[in-house]
């Protein structure tokens, strides 16, 4: 295959001295699947944003097609023939499909090109859709369709804009197994027709399933580029990491214990009053991981939200110990020895601007043992800050280092190392590994079940169903704010099998599914 891209010893270095890439080198072929993979803070996001326009590199070249360029923002990329679909879409939600895919571009017509040529438009859009085969009805509000709906929304827009080298940004960090298969489907069909794909990605199942090189990045610098055919997720994850990393959880069987948690017929509404909780029931034991599975928006993060105090209820009752939480601030739940990860740690898991033994004494500096007399020992709330850090691997130079300025990884330790360390009998864990590379990961799945093991019942949602798999003894599925299916986690449950309770399409009484699965040891 022809060289495509090559990127050729490329540094970035910030004005405050950080060094994101530090001699880069990343060559694409015409017509291939090129995964890009590395831990957390290995350079991959500013690598693109130096091809895609929206940095400069420090020094380094860059050859498209041969030739050198420099592109000075997005539109150079674009006009060049790049696109980009981000982690997080840019769409606007109350335009239908074909607005958001022409915005900004929209065809006009008459004199001064003056007005807006409608009609232009669907049949472009319509032409699009037929040509790539990626089902959408253009009259659709976007607001209304599915997240893998939206996906498909994002690489049209970049397809219209003319771009023949694509880069996917974590392209499955929100979609069920279905949709992840229906996209891969697309990319395959995209790759057929003569385009090219960089894949962003820390799910190595993926990397192996659909690239045809990988491109392995640690510490700002390129490692090693792999022919997909001849390694696998064990070398890469090695690579990554620098060590042999364990992909599988390791647990035993449950030692179920008395229930601590009990959600009963639970309801809540949004800010316009449409419900978003509809009854929701189940029963955690000590001892288990009860794994909440669902596409994002269907009332997840507000069954966590009601929970811990953040968000009120409209009915129902949830009690922690046979004792009533609803009513309760978030003040009083938090020194009731519940853990609270939350699913973002820049808004609800950590103050950025204090610093990292704040944020970790959080819960502690009232307590006995960290007090002389009336007042605070310093002392010893450091050296407990300290061994947190030490414990839970926060990567910074000590504990008066401002937690705004961490990687995302280094932040949700620091979250992690404060809620496990409260001894908790109650553990809930939002999104505990978003954005996290696999070493991170490893270290935070195996803390996690440290915690069941000792008899903590912990309540895990996550947008990985892989992960949902992987940690849980027991499942609950969330579809359009119900508890659609409870379904005990044994080698015969599929990802496909609760993909189709989290698309909706298979659902069953979660009453009756959580009596027999509770009964299970």
Known sequence: MAVLLEMIDIHKTYPNGTMANRGVNLEVHEGEIHALVGEN????????????????????????????????????????????????????????????????????????????????????????????????????????????????????????????????????????????????????????????????????????????????????????????????????????????????????????????LEVHNLSAVNEKGLPVLKEVSFQIQGGEVFGIAGVEGNGQTELVEVITGLKQATGGHVTYLKEELLGKSIGEIRKMKIGHIPEDRQTTGACLTSTIEENIILDVYGQKEFKTGPFMNRKKLKAFARDLMETFDVRAENEEIMAGSLSGGNLQKVVIAREIAKNPKLLIASQPTRGVDIGAIEFIHKEIIKKRDEGTAVLLVSAELSEIMSLSDRIGVMYNGELVAVLNNTSELTEQEIGYYMLGIKKKGAAADESEAISVS
């Open 41 to 260: 803070g290995a350079g991959k996001s500013t690598l693109m944003k130096i091809l895609f326009g929206l940095e400069n590199p420090t020094s380094g070249t860059i050859k498209y097609k041969g030739e050198a360029v420099r592109f000075q923002g997005p539109r150079d990329a674009i006009n060049q023939g790049l696109g980009m679909v981000h982690q997080h879409f840019m769409l606007a939600p109350s335009l239908t499909v074909s607005e958001n895919i022409v915005l900004g571009d929209e065809p006009r017509k008459g004199l001064f090109k003056v007005f807006r040529d409608r009609k232009t438009e669907l049949n472009q859009i319509h032409h699009l859709i037929e040509q790539f085969g990626l089902k959408l009805d253009p009259n659709a509000v976007v607001d209304s369709i599915s997240v893998g709906q939206k996906q498909r929304v994002e690489i049209l827009k970049v397809l219209y804009r003319g771009a023949k080298l694509i880069i996917l940004d974590e392209p499955t960090a929100v979609l069920t197994p279905q949709e992840t298969d229906e996209l891969f489907d697309s990319i395959k069909s995209l790759v057929s027709q003569g385009y090219t794909i960089i894949f962003i990605t820390h799910k190595l199942r993926e990397v192996m399933e659909i690239s045809d090189r990988i491109t392995v990045l640690k510490a700002g610098q390129t490692v090693q580029t792999l022919m997909t055919k001849d390694t696998n997720k064990e070398e890469i994850s090695r690579l990554m990491v620098g060590r042999d990393v364990l992909l599988r959880v390791e647990k035993q069987e449950p030692q179920l214990r008395d229930i601590i």
